[in-house]
């Protein structure tokens, strides 16, 4: 267990973050906050290759989708980040600023409300 100034220090000192799950049940349709902690911290990440962590991956330009059930591609994932830095830096600041530009409250209270209007015409 880590509190937040020690996962503040792991952050700091992390090339590459990892969300690989299996492709069972909800995990699926998830949206793990590992991926935006990841991105707010500035950090690249890898994942498993499901459509919507790919939407996110492919929006945020921060994020690599895989096969969670192929490790030679992880490993090669990971690799890539650990040989080029600074592609890895370029990926994390544009997962940044992905998070502080489209991940505010100010978004969400938009899409929260659309919902509970949504919600309100079933009725």
């Known amino acids: 267990m880590l509190d ?12 590459v973050g990892l969300c690989m799950l299996k492709p069972i049940g909800n995990y699926i349709y998830s949206k793990p906050i590992k991926v935006y902690e990841y991105m707010a911290a500035g950090i690249p990440y ?3 290759n499901f459509p919507e962590w790919e939407n996110v991956a492919e929006r945020s330009g921060a994020g690599i989708c895989i096969d969670p ?6 490993a090669e994932a990971i690799n890539g980040f650990l040989s080029d830095r ?5 990926m994390g600041a544009s997962g940044y600023e992905f998070v502080r530009n489209e991940c505010s409250w100010s978004n969400e209270t938009v899409a929260l409300i659309s919902l509970y209007g949504q ?4 009725r």
Not at 69 to 74: E, F, G, R, T
């Open 119 to 122: 919600i309100e015409g079933l």
């Open 69 to 74: 059930d192929d490790p030679k591609a992880l």
């Open 4 to 15: 937040r100034e020690g996962i503040n220090n792991l952050y700091g000192s992390a090339v």
């Open 46 to 48: 890898i994942c498993s």
């Open 86 to 90: 600074q592609k890895a830096q370029a």
